[in-house]
């Protein structure tokens, strides 16, 4: 039980270090790097044009299309982690469970794609 | 102005120099306490018993634990920015850096000198508590994944029994990271190259998980530590190839690099997501890239081609640790090959990549590998056989490779008839603007 709790404690402290490691760096150039901001030094740079308009702009529908495939496959692949794992140990119904599985999702890909949700244009 | 600045420019000088100090400092008087108490073996009850508080006494093992394993990537890194840079210029046919100091190694220092006097520039109209995290955020999702890294037979940060899913929650931050820089600058270029990334480093994180869904299947056991341990007998490599390669060009797309550098295709995106980024932030971002490539060449020796192990690597620790150090080189450097001899893919046909080829080929690869190792377990059940050394796996490496040969013809033969289709389909087209252009 220790154990296991100093195995995330490792974890834990590894995520609060692991981003002030590289902060490090960049405090230590904020306080020796020259500091003189200008209007134009500040300006957005859109190659030397002038920026028109909002920036969150719409954007292509598309993107929302495979965020949601990449999603179905996302929440597969957590449910395919313990199958791989216990693999060994299950008979030859787990292979085929997990067979159904992965046909009702490779099924809901091709469905997609035969939904032309696939094509970019 | 000039002169109003310069003593406010040594002040801020100053200051650096009193915090760099007191934090050398205290690393030495931390380190000079342990090994004068000389008890490296059990660190934590040594302390107790030389009268420390036991919470922080337990707490000081895992700290110099988590920085010791998060520092040697960061130096790794300084070592590949020379690395990568002399090795593009000799595949471009240039001499890449040679001045400062043998060969030009000192120039990574060089350049982090330079950086480090490059004012940090931040765009009038952005988001800036975001637009400041994404940087430390990019390094730090690379840096996550060394925590379970297995070093040695016996060094290694942690052996979390969910190594695999942790790789890959960890390493979706970079995503995250992305996403934050592009949108948080306020920058056309920027968000449009965030918006790719979404689609890519998205879409290929699925191949990449059912690749690596094969070792833990392989190796019944989802641990780093195990999955390496596992492969005393026979490297993975050589039981599912396919799994292999489709986990290696799907790590290449996840770093975005060429061929997948769209994110930030500096022909047109100007550098995507992290133009408006400069001084150290933007070499943050680099320096994430950078180690992610030597990150998931490690990945590939340690899920494919058996990590640590090598003659006498138990016996030599050191030695394991230089066996492993070979192999993520050679993934490595293929990674570089690659990335320095392709040309870039469009959007469309990332997408068709990812989507109509590698996971359909992810897919039916899991699956065959699934049916054939439970063909080789009924086999080798059948005939008695344990798998403990190179012979006794031979019977399991020539069932699985029977898979592989399967899927590589299912998907040759597949492919070869989607392309006559094209070929068919692009026939006509032709055929019909000529009618009408006639």
Redesign the interface.
């Known amino acids: 039980m220790t154990n296991v709790l100093n195995e995330w404690a490792f974890i834990g402290v590894f995520f609060l270090l692991a981003p002030l490691l590289p902060s490090l760096p960049i405090a230590i150039a904020a306080l020796i790097s020259p500091r003189k901001p200008n209007a134009i030094k500040q300006a957005t740079y859109e190659c030397g044009l002038e920026t028109v308009g909002d920036t969150w702009v719409q954007f292509k529908v598309q993107y929302y299309v495979f965020g949601l495939i990449f999603l179905v496959f996302d929440v597969e692949m957590v449910f395919l982690f313990p199958w791989a794992l216990a693999y060994q140990q299950l008979d030859f119904f787990a292979f085929a469970a997990g067979l159904l599985f992965i046909f009702l999702l490779t099924d809901a890909l091709f469905y997609a794609w035969g939904k032309n949700a696939l094509e970019w244009s | 102005?000039e002169s109003r600045?310069t003593p406010n420019?040594f002040l801020?000088?100053g200051?650096?120099l009193v915090?760099?100090a007191v934090i050398g400092g205290g690393l030495i008087a931390l380190l000079n306490g342990i090994t004068g108490q000389a008890c490296l073996n059990n660190l934590s009850s040594c302390l107790t018993n030389n009268g420390w508080n036991p919470g922080i006494a337990?707490?000081v093992p895992?700290?110099l634990?988590?920085?010791g394993?998060?520092?040697f990537p960061?130096l790794v890194t300084i070592l590949l920015i020379w690395v990568e840079r002399k090795f593009a210029a000799r595949i471009q046919d240039r001499i890449g850096p040679n001045r400062v100091g043998p060969f030009g190694l000192i120039q990574p220092l060089a350049d982090?000198l330079k950086?480090?006097?490059?004012?940090?520039?931040?765009?009038?109209?952005a988001d800036k508590p975001i637009y400041?995290?994404a940087?430390?955020?990019?390094?730090?999702s690379v840096?996550?994944i060394w925590?379970v890294v297995p070093f040695t037979p016996y060094h290694y940060?942690?052996?979390?029994e969910i190594g695999?899913?942790?790789f890959?929650a960890v390493a979706s931050i970079a995503t995250l990271a992305v996403i934050m820089g592009g949108?948080a600058?306020?920058?056309?270029?920027a968000?449009l190259g965030a918006?790719r990334t979404?689609?890519l480093l998205?879409?290929y994180?699925?191949p990449l998980?059912?690749a690596l869904?094969v070792p833990?299947?392989l190796a019944?056991?989802?641990s780093m530590v195990g999955i390496v341990e596992a492969q005393g007998a026979m490297w993975f490599m050589f039981m599912a190839p396919i799994a292999t390669l489709l986990f290696f060009i799907s790590s290449q797309a996840e770093v975005g690099r060429a061929p997948f550098d769209l994110i930030e295709a500096e022909s047109e995106l100007?550098a995507g997501f992290n133009?408006?980024y400069s001084?150290?932030?933007f070499?943050?971002f680099f320096?994430?890239e950078f180690m992610h490539v030597f990150t998931n060449g490690v990945l590939m020796a340690i899920l494919f081609t058996g990590g640590w192990w090598g003659p006498f690597a138990y016996e030599a620790p050191l030695l394991g640790f230089f066996y492993l150090m070979i192999k993520s080189s050679f993934w490595y450097f293929i990674s570089l090959w690659v990335r320095n001899s392709l040309p870039r893919f469009r959007?469309?046909q990332v997408?068709?990549l990812n989507?109509?080829i590698l996971?359909?080929i992810s897919?039916l690869n899991?699956?065959m590998m699934?049916?054939m190792?439970?063909i080789a377990?009924g086999f080798e059940q059948s005939a008695g056989i344990v798998v403990t050394d190179f012979f006794s796996a031979l019977p399991r490496t020539g069932f699985l490779l029977i898979g592989n040969v399967v899927v590589l013809v299912v998907v040759w033969l597949w492919l070869g008839r989607q392309g006559r289709q094209q070929r068919q389909l692009e026939e006509m087209n032709r055929f019909s603007v000529t009618a009408t252009g006639d």
Not at chain 2, 157 to 160: A, C, I, R, T, W
């Open positions: 102005m600045s420019q801020r000088l200051i650096t915090i760099l337990g707490f895992i700290l634990g988590v920085l394993v998060a520092t960061l982090v950086l480090l006097t490059k004012e940090d520039i931040t765009p009038t109209g400041n995290l940087p430390p955020f990019m390094v730090a840096l996550l925590a940060g942690v052996d979390l695999a899913i942790y890959v949108w600058s306020n920058n056309k270029y968000l918006f979404v689609a998205v879409s994180e699925i998980a059912m869904l833990v299947l019944g056991s989802m100007i133009i408006e001084g150290m932030k070499a943050m320096a994430g959007v469309d997408m068709n989507w109509k996971v359909p897919i899991l699956i699934a049916l190792l439970r377990l």
